[in-house]
């Protein structure tokens, strides 16, 4: 059985809770430990929750090999490579920056945790960083051995959906639980790179929570913030987001990640979404502002002439009138006719104990 909620460093992540939201520096950091850790700490400066990297090789994932599948086509938007071993060999990040890099988020108070691509990565995650959660890619989500490694290490996992059918996707959460996995995430997420937004299916983030019953968020790899919000408006309780010091540098997530004036805002407007939909169902506004401007701003039943005790309520020395503070609007046909028991002046709110 997976748990509701979970926390990942002094976060509680699940249902009811502050969206965590991610920022994932994929292949952004250009293979440069100054950039990197500029990329740490401007982000966290931007209000990341955590951050995330990945760990592999080139090694890890595949061969240098050329024909079929292997081979990048000249107008794939990885066009530079000339197959899947160069282009991933351009993109990892050193696994001796990681370290360094943790620490870094250590001390300023925020997780930082990996997608690990291999058995070893986990080893490595483990001994070296520590981590204290797993992301799982979603071209990962039928790798069962490394499933069953990160499974084993008892650290939630926070798993993404993209392109996986509904059979994947169960199997991939059926196998993470019987392999001792009871706190887990799903990310429903398109693979595109990026994505359009007619693609990123965000009612599945409602279906497979009702299905499966575990926290779901969103990766998304569309471009602005507008479908990130969109999802916790929707129920993401995890937002992941690509990012970059410099949307027009060469490589291939630059493209569709946010600078951190951008993911700034988003977290701004993720925060703002949040309070909106915590604020409750109410219909009747009595608290601040509101009260202020309900008091102005409402009719409400007032004296209009000086009048004497034993005068009689007519309209033409009562009124409903802006602002409130006197009898209900409703209450003014009744008080008609009434005599006045007090002498009052003009502009008294109307009550009943006038009339008494």
């Known amino acids: 059985m997976f748990k509701q909620k979970f926390n990942i460093g002094n976060y509680v992540i699940g249902v009811e809770q502050p969206c965590f939201v991610i ?14 850790m500029i990329m740490v700490k401007e982000f966290i400066k931007a209000g990341a929750d955590a951050i995330k990297l990945q760990t592999y090789t080139a090694d890890e994932l595949t061969i240098d090999y050329d024909k079929g599948f292997f081979a990048i086509p000249k107008n794939n938007q990885f066009a530079g490579p000339k197959n899947l071993y ?63 490694r990160v499974a084993k ?29 009871n706190e887990m995430a799903m990310l429903q997420c398109s693979s595109g790179y990026p994505s359009l937004p007619d693609q990123m299916n965000l009612s599945n983030i409602k279906a497979i929570k009702e299905i499966f019953g575990i926290p779901v968020g969103l990766s998304d790899h569309t471009e602005g913030l507008g479908v990130a919000i969109a999802s916790v408006v929707m129920g993401a309780c995890i937002v992941e987001k690509h990012v970059t010091l410099n949307k027009k540098a060469i490589g291939p997530d630059h493209r569709f990640s946010m600078e951190p ?72 046909e009744y008080v008609l006719g009434m005599k006045i028991n007090s002498s009052v002046s003009r502009g008294t709110p109307m009550n009943w104990d006038l009339v008494k």
């Open 23 to 36: 920022a994932e520096i994929s292949a952004n950091h250009n293979q440069d430990f100054d950039t990197s």
């Open 153 to 181: 290490t008892g650290k939630p996992v926070i798993i993404s959906n993209g392109g996986a059918s509904i059979r994947e996707i169960s199997e991939a959460i059926e196998f993470l639980e019987r392999h001792g996995c």
């Open 261 to 332: 004036g951008e993911f700034s805002l988003m977290v701004k407007s993720i925060r703002q979404v949040e309070a909106a939909i915590n604020s409750g169902v109410s219909f009747n506004v009595n608290v601040g502002r509101e009260e202020q401007n309900k008091n102005q701003f409402t009719r409400s039943v007032y004296v209009v002439k000086n009048l004497k005790k034993g005068d009689v309520l007519t309209r033409e020395n009562i009124r409903v009138i802006r602002p409130g503070g006197g009898l209900h609007p409703r209450e003014f």
């Open 86 to 148: 160069e282009l991933y060999q351009g993109s990892y990040m050193p696994w001796k920056f990681q370290a360094r890099l943790k620490k870094a988020a250590d001390e300023l108070g925020v997780p930082m945790f990996s997608t690990p691509q291999s058995l070893e990565a986990v080893d490595f995650l483990e001994k070296e960083l520590k981590v204290d959660a797993y992301k799982i890619a979603s071209f990962e989500i039928s790798h069962f051995d490394l499933l069953e």
